[in-house]
């Protein structure tokens, strides 16, 4: 939760399958992401997997208005 309201943790989502949880981190790069995922208890206990996917906007929006984009 704390990660939550110091603005690390933007979202997070439970996995449609029920295994798990995604979060969306406001880092920069995907060692940031690593070093604050190791701060939680899980994660210290060793009893957490993770999977790092960098994310971004979707560019191919552009080609909708390519003007608008100058």
Same mark, same amino acid.
């Given at each position: 939760? @704390?990660?939550?309201?110091?603005? @690390?943790?933007?979202?997070?989502?439970?996995?449609?399958?029920?295994?798990?949880?995604?979060? =969306?981190?406001?880092? @920069?790069?995907?060692?940031?992401?690593?070093?604050?995922?190791?701060?939680? %208890?899980?994660?210290?206990?060793?009893?957490?997997?993770?999977?790092?996917? %960098?994310?971004? %906007? =979707?560019?191919? =929006? @552009?080609?909708?208005?390519?003007?608008?984009?100058?």
């Amino acid at each position: 939760m @704390k990660l939550y309201l110091d603005g @690390k943790i933007r979202e997070w989502y439970s996995r449609g399958n029920g295994k798990g949880v995604i979060f =969306l981190l406001d880092v @920069k790069t995907e060692n940031e992401a690593r070093a604050l995922m190791e701060t939680l %208890p899980l994660a210290k206990a060793q009893l957490m997997d993770s999977e790092y996917i %960098p994310v971004g %906007p =979707l560019m191919a =929006l @552009k080609m909708l208005n390519p003007g608008a984009f100058q």
